[in-house]
């Protein structure tokens, strides 16, 4: 079975960092490109960060570009975001999503919350 594991949220102050993680299995991860994807409170879903399946090129969105990093590590099956100066706007259930157009396949994780608050 498909599994994408989000870890890493929490209870963050304002101008904090987390580093979200998300562990994939039973599928071959390096052919996968991968992305964030959050939802805040009451609002719909926000593609956050993309990177493609070797790691070589990577976007983000204009409301996190220069704060977060996205990276993987295909030998450990493993995806990152990096949170550096979060906002309260940012505040989230992030979502980690493997995605193949070739095979029209797309993997969903359950997600894990970011709260930024003071």
């Known amino acids: 079975e498909v599994q994408l594991v989000e870890s890493g949220g929490g209870l963050v102050q304002p101008g904090g960092s987390l580093r979200l993680a998300c562990a994939a299995s039973?599928?071959?991860?390096?052919?996968?490109?991968m992305n964030w994807v959050r939802q805040a409170p009451g609002k719909g879903l926000e593609w956050v960060s993309g990177?493609?399946?070797?790691?070589?090129?990577?976007d983000y969105a204009d409301s996190v570009k220069g704060r977060f990093t996205i990276s993987r590590d295909n030998a450990k099956n493993m995806l990152y975001l990096q949170m550096n100066s979060l906002k309260p706007e940012d505040t989230a259930v992030y979502y980690c999503?493997?995605?193949?157009?070739?095979?029209?396949?797309?993997?969903w994780g359950k997600g894990t919350l970011v709260t930024v608050s003071s």
């Open positions: 990177i493609s399946s070797g790691g070589g090129v990577t």
């Open positions: 039973e599928f071959t991860f390096s052919s996968y490109a």
């Open positions: 999503n493997a995605e193949q157009v070739v095979l029209r396949q797309s993997y």
